[in-house]
Nanobody, 123 residues
Framework: QVQPVDSGGGLVQAGGSLRLSCAASGRTSSSYAVAWFRQAPGKEREFVAAISRNSGSTYYADSVKGRFTISRDNAKNTAYLQMNSLKPEDTAVYYC????????????????WGQGTQVTVSS
């Protein structure tokens, strides 16, 4: 069983950047698709971005397309979410998740979740 460990959150001003990391503890993460989700206060958790096992395919929510980039380094068992041009509405707890098999944008398809990392964007 591989467990995601997410990190890299913090406080940043609007227009700034952050890079989140998702490291895999346990077995190698190269057999897993990786996704990021986020949950803002008072809202349901939502899909942000996903990447396939070999980085051949990436998917983004419309709200982050063109600003966020998901990537992975299987040699380091780590995935990343580069977030640029951050907006106050990006404030949320960000969660990394793994699943065996094909990439998915649905939370229900992911069985391995990180503990979450807080991202706060001030205006």
């Amino acid at each position: 069983q591989v467990q995601p460990v997410d990190s890299g959150g913090g406080l940043v001003q609007a227009g700034g950047s952050l890079r989140l990391s998702c490291a895999a503890s346990g077995r190698t993460s190269s057999s897993y698709a990786v996704a990021w989700f986020r949950q803002a206060p008072g809202k349901e958790r939502e899909f942000v971005a996903a990447i396939s096992r070999n980085s051949g395919s990436t998917y983004y929510a419309d709200s982050v397309k063109g600003r966020f980039t998901i990537s992975r380094d299987n040699a380091k068992n780590t995935a990343y979410l580069q977030m640029n041009s951050l907006k106050p509405e990006d404030t949320a707890v960000y969660y990394c998740a793994f699943r065996v098999g094909a990439t998915s944008t649905r939370q229900i398809d992911y069985g391995n979740w990180g503990q979450g990392t807080q991202v706060t964007v001030s205006s």
